[in-house]
């Protein structure tokens, strides 16, 4: 007897029963999902709340400081903008330990943002100076500039190679000079003991007043002041007040010098992990609270300047008159410390202010070189030589009654950027010439855009062929720089001296190729060939397989034609295997600090490379007055030699000669400073007399007598190498 179900359908089997008790469960279930509150949450990876990210950030600044203001407004608004997943937990007043410690535990990932001042950083990134330049900036917007702009892009970007991700500028303000007794001028703080933070840069600064620089600890200064362990010392108007030293000094002077710049950063570690959504919401939400930060600090100087005037110091504003005394005094110092800011940091700082306070009435000398990547050695010698010669020119008068003026740009050995940098220096109606080098394919490429405007161009460095025309007549491109046509057979016999088997290792470029063919042309006239010929491309980093082959082929001599990186794993990777040690280069390895870089392996190789010009044992008077006034401009320590010898004279004689050029056409017009440069009287030149330097049909004014073979001597001094 079978039993109506609960649903009131009648089985006619337990079979049938069971099936449809199935079907009556599945149905149940697939109508409770279609008519399910949908207000229930349903629990998935995607719909779990995101973690909370809560990152540290520490400064050396009390509560009450704009810049800790600034800090906490960061805070708040990455909680804002993030919706609260991203958190920032500042910490100030070193709560989290000293300056050093702090930069030190960000660069090792265990802080993850940091605010500290730049003359901390700049140990161990000493380009970072650039803010302590004293009196270099006109005014304040104009530093603003520099460090919101290119310039600073520049400096914030070199943090990377220190693990961190610089993102903006803030501020504790501009230094001031406190004292007991005015300072107004730089003959007044002639003897003076005063305190400084330990910088190599402010101590040139107050060594250029005549002053004894002391470091003192930031914290002990005020003691020091009061002990008159120290006469005076410069600050900022919030940190003379928040330490007292307006309590133990009687006068201040409001010169605004210096910048006590600090650095917003990022831990490159926490950085990296962060999703790039992040990333820019901290990046960005910085640099927008940056103007507010400098105007908060700004404006709180005036509380502090009637803090201070309370307090009875007598306060003296410098005027525009006794500010030039100063800047005059200290306009050396940017030259001797171009090397570690940056020559082209300061190239474009000096551009930027060139184009704002310019007189118009000058003389503009061109330059692109490379000035920061592997060739910035021979960028910086160019500039040193150039600017060189023309405050010699300057000195004696100027040309056709103006002054000269040097202006650089930096093409980083790229032939796209030189060909805008020489478009840029074309459209400039005060140009009336271009410097540049080092790089062949950049030359060349540029010969193209002066042909076109007709626009004098020197290269005082660049041997490869193509860099002149064939055609010399009305060609605009002169060389004061060895060619490649007369280096292929001083070299090759150089070779020929060392061994019977030679190999080459060529870049493949312009340059390499064409001194590979030049090369080979010079073997096969004494019925020798290279017993390997291996090419490589620029940023090549292993070079196994190549050597491999030279050493298989049994080369007993290797010749090689590369620039800095690629030569110096090629001589080092040599050292290593023990192998081939005689090596003959030609000179492009020296436009950088090829020693410096691979000083160990050249112990073990027998290097010799291609030159042009020494300052050692140079018995030319021009040679040796030049050594002089570079030693003095750039405060060259007496055992140091001249880095880069060739860039600094052949740039140096180049301006000489494009000036001779202008005098003697009596005019800037360009094809008539052309014509002229191929009619110049003798001239008694660093490198060499030019009688005269070119002619017409002759646009390169070196010959083989200017030609040696150099080696690298046990500090790193370029020396003659014995024949």
């Not at 909370?52 to 800790?68: C, K, Q, T, W, Y």
């Not at 304040?140 to 702009?149: A, I, P, Q």
């Not at 009637?306 to 525009?320: C, D, K, M, N």
């Not at 030189?418 to 080092?438: I, K, Q, T």
């Amino acid at each position: 007897m079978c039993r109506p179900g609960r649903s009131g359908v009648m089985f006619k089997s337990p079979v049938a029963a069971v099936i449809g008790l199935i079907l009556l469960i599945a149905l149940f279930l697939a109508t409770s999902l279609v008519y399910r509150d949908e207000s229930e949450p349903v629990l998935s990876n995607d719909a779990a709340p995101a973690a909370i990210d809560v990152l540290r950030f520490g400064h050396n600044i009390p509560e009450d400081s704009a810049l800790h203001q600034a800090a906490a407004r960061f805070a708040a608004l990455v909680a804002e903008r993030s919706g609260g997943q991203l958190q920032v937990e500042v910490f100030p007043a070193q709560q989290l330990g000293t300056d050093d410690q702090m930069l030190e535990m960000a660069r090792r990932g265990e802080l993850d943002i940091l605010l500290t001042p730049t003359a901390k950083v700049s140990v161990s990134l000493p380009a970072l100076q650039y803010a302590d330049l004293p009196f270099y900036f006109p005014a304040r917007e104009d530093l603003y500039d520099m460090l919101d702009g290119e310039p600073g892009r520049i400096l914030l970007g070199k943090l990377r190679d220190i693990d961190l991700i610089g993102v903006t500028f803030w501020e504790n303000g501009f230094k001031h000079f406190t004292a007991n007794r005015p300072l107004r001028s730089p003959a007044d703080f002639e003897g003076m003991n005063i305190r400084i933070m330990k910088s190599r840069l402010l101590m040139e600064q107050f060594h250029a007043f005549g002053a004894h620089s002391i470091p003192i600890d930031f914290h002990a200064t005020r003691q020091a002041l009061a002990d008159q362990a120290v006469d005076g010392q410069e600050n900022p108007l919030v940190a003379i007040v928040s330490m007292g030293l307006h309590d133990v000094q009687s006068h201040l002077t409001l010169s605004s010098h210096g910048y006590l710049g600090y650095i917003f950063m990022i831990s490159a570690q926490v950085f990296d992990r962060l999703s790039a959504s992040e990333q820019a919401l901290l990046i960005d939400t910085a640099r927008e609270l940056t103007p507010w930060e400098r105007a908060e600090t700004h404006r709180r100087e005036e509380a502090l300047l009637e803090t201070i005037r309370l307090s009875g110091v007598s306060i003296h504003q410098l005027t525009a008159q006794e500010r030039a005394q100063f800047a005059a005094a200290t306009e050396h110092i940017p030259g001797i410390f171009e090397e570690v800011i940056g020559a082209d940091v300061l190239s474009l700082s000096e551009e930027l202010l060139d184009r704002k306070y310019g007189r118009g009435d000058e003389i503009v000398v061109g330059l692109d070189a490379d000035l920061s990547q592997e060739c910035r050695s021979a960028g910086l010698g160019f500039r040193r030589g150039a600017a060189l010669a023309i405050d010699e020119i300057n000195a004696a008068g100027g040309v056709l009654g103006r002054k000269l003026k040097l202006i650089a740009r930096d093409h980083k050995g790229l032939p796209s950027l030189g060909v805008s940098d020489m478009e840029y220096f074309a459209s400039r109606p005060d140009v009336v010439g271009v410097l540049g080098g080092v790089q062949a394919s950049v030359a060349v490429a540029q010969g193209d855009v002066v042909r076109r405007a007709g626009l004098p161009f020197v290269v005082p460095w660049a041997a490869a062929e193509e860099v002149i025309a064939q055609d010399r007549a009305g060609d605009p491109v002169f060389r004061v720089s060895a060619s490649d046509t007369l280096v292929a057979p001083f070299v090759i016999e150089h070779v020929l001296r060392h061994g019977k088997r030679p190999a080459i290792l060529f870049e493949n470029s312009l340059w390499g190729r064409g001194n590979l063919e030049s090369m080979r042309a010079q073997l096969k006239q004494r019925g020798l060939d290279f017993v390997v010929a291996e090419s490589f491309n620029r940023g090549e980093t292993n070079f196994e397989l190549e050597l491999s082959r030279v050493e298989q082929g049994g080369a007993d001599v290797l010749m090689m034609i590369a620039a800095p990186d690629e030569g110096g794993r090629i001589v080092k990777r040599l050292a290593e295997r023990g192998m081939l040690t005689r090596v003959v280069s030609h000179w492009g390895i020296s436009c950088g600090d090829f020693w410096g870089d691979n000083s160990d392996a050249l112990a073990k190789v027998d290097l010799s490379f291609f030159q042009t010009f020494t300052f050692i044992g140079n018995s030319r008077a021009a040679s040796r007055a030049l050594e002089q006034r570079y030693r003095a401009r750039y405060a060259l320590d007496r055992n140091q030699d001249v880095p880069v010898p060739q860039a600094v004279a052949q740039a140096y004689d180049s301006v000489h000669l494009l000036a001779l050029a202008v005098q003697q056409a009596g005019t800037t017009e360009h094809a008539a400073v052309q014509r002229a440069l191929e009619s110049l009287p003798p001239f008694e030149g660093a490198v060499r007399r030019y009688a005269p330097a070119f002619s017409p049909r002759r646009h390169d004014a070196m010959g083989v007598e200017n030609f040696h073979m150099a080696r690298y001597a046990s500090n790193g001094a370029i020396v003659r190498a014995e024949h």
